[in-house]
């Protein structure tokens, strides 16, 4: 299951009548904290949320944003995807994955 597929969202759910302003400045907030903490790689984030940076530009681009996957997330990273990479990313270990895979699956409905 990636984690594009499954929104948890709920009927009535309280999030849903947030302002979009406030919610959109909360989005803001937390991708300049992550784009800070470049040190909090995408396997760790997978790892225990179950999405990652890139999940976030997936979600740009279903909620509407005008990107193509590169373009959604370079506006994400703050940098180009293959700039961020290089400058940032570490190999994942095999407790990584296996961490990652567990936290992919309770991402399905119902879990």
């Known amino acids: 299951m990636s984690c594009a597929e499954n929104t948890n969202a709920i009927p009535g759910d ?3 009548a947030l302002d979009d302003a ?3 400045a909360a989005f803001r907030r937390l991708v300049r904290h ?3 903490r470049h040190d909090a790689q995408n396997i760790d ?4 949320s179950g999405f990652c940076r890139n999940c976030l530009a997936d979600w740009i681009r279903e909620a509407g944003a005008p990107y193509d996957k590169e373009g959604a997330r370079e506006v994400i990273h703050g940098m180009p995807s293959a700039e ?3 400058r ?3 190999e994942a270990t ?3 994955l296996a961490r990652m895979a567990e936290s992919m699956a309770r991402n ?3 879990h």
Request: no cysteine; glycine share 8%.
């Open 88 to 90: 940032f990313h570490v």
């Open 22 to 24: 406030v919610a959109a």
């Open 45 to 48: 984030l997978m790892g225990l």
């Open 108 to 110: 399905a409905p119902g």
């Open 14 to 16: 309280p999030l849903d």
């Open 84 to 86: 961020w990479k290089a």
């Open 94 to 96: 095999p407790e990584q």
């Open 34 to 36: 992550l784009r800070h």
